[in-house]
């Protein structure tokens, strides 16, 4: 079975430019989740999609980022635009839709690492 | 207020030792889900178990296992006889199911020398 796909895997950008990630999630996964994982700290939810609709974007710097999960499989995330703080991994997730009181374990792609110079 | 705590940020062991991993969780909702994760330095999170709020059976997989305690609200992992491939950065988590609430720890960096 195919994981998630996440590209690009590395990024490199200047301040104030807009850049775009992808993500594939798991064949099945209704649930899709974007981490921000900065350097030696714990990924932090940015976003979370049931299908094509947000469950919780609670965290998500929305002056400059935008997420959209078209068709309720693949999904990218953007910022525009980038600021130095914004150098991090982006992890997608997925997870299958637990129904009635469960929560199924989270699947990572790979990540993409963003640099802001 | 951290909704899950890993206050060990780094610890270092030799091989064959066992080793305790602490977390300590914080929340209101009746129905959650604690995980565990680990990051190898490859990067990529691997899950490891995932335990709802309504089963405070401990578990044993291989040369790990975890405490689940309500009581104290921790979910402590320990590897026993250590080996250099357990090396990585484990996570510790909650989902909150009827508040929509996912959260990550910061962290316990495992190094297990030889």
């Known amino acids: 079975e195919a994981g998630v796909a996440q590209s690009p895997r590395y990024k490199i950008i200047e301040k104030r430019q807009s850049v775009a990630f992808w993500c594939n999630p798991i064949?099945?996964?209704?649930?899709l989740y974007w981490y921000q994982q900065i350097l030696g700290q714990g990924p932090k939810l940015l976003i979370q999609?049931?299908?094509?609709?947000?469950?919780?974007d609670s965290q998500l710097p929305k002056d400059r980022f935008s997420a959209e999960r078209l068709k309720g499989v693949d999904s990218t995330l953007k910022i525009q635009p980038a600021k130095l703080e914004d150098s991090a991994v982006y992890l997608c997730?997925?997870?299958?839709?637990?129904?009635?009181?469960?929560?199924?374990?989270?699947?990572f792609g790979p990540g993409t690492r963003l640099t802001v110079t | 207020a951290q909704k899950v705590t890993q206050a060990q940020t780094e610890i270092s062991v030799v091989e064959k030792e066992d080793v305790t991993l602490d977390c300590v969780y914080e929340?209101?909702?009746?129905?959650?889900?604690l995980f565990w994760y680990k990051q190898p330095p490859s990067g990529e999170l691997v899950f490891l178990i995932r335990?709802?709020?309504?089963?405070?059976q401990n578990e044993i997989s291989g040369r790990y296992s975890w405490n689940f305690q309500k009581s104290t609200s921790s979910f402590n992992f320990t590897i026993t006889a250590s080996q250099v491939v357990d090396s990585a950065v484990y996570f510790c988590?909650?989902?909150?199911?009827?508040?929509?609430?996912?959260?990550f720890g910061s962290g316990t960096k495992l190094n297990v020398k030889p």
């Open positions: 064949s099945g996964h209704a649930t």
């Open positions: 999609f049931q299908n094509n609709g947000v469950v919780d």
């Open positions: 335990r709802n709020s309504f089963d405070e």
């Open positions: 929340t209101r909702d009746t129905t959650y889900y």
């Open positions: 997730a997925s997870s299958l839709d637990g129904g009635s009181g469960s929560i199924y374990e989270q699947y």
């Open positions: 988590a909650l989902s909150e199911y009827n508040f929509n609430k996912f959260y």
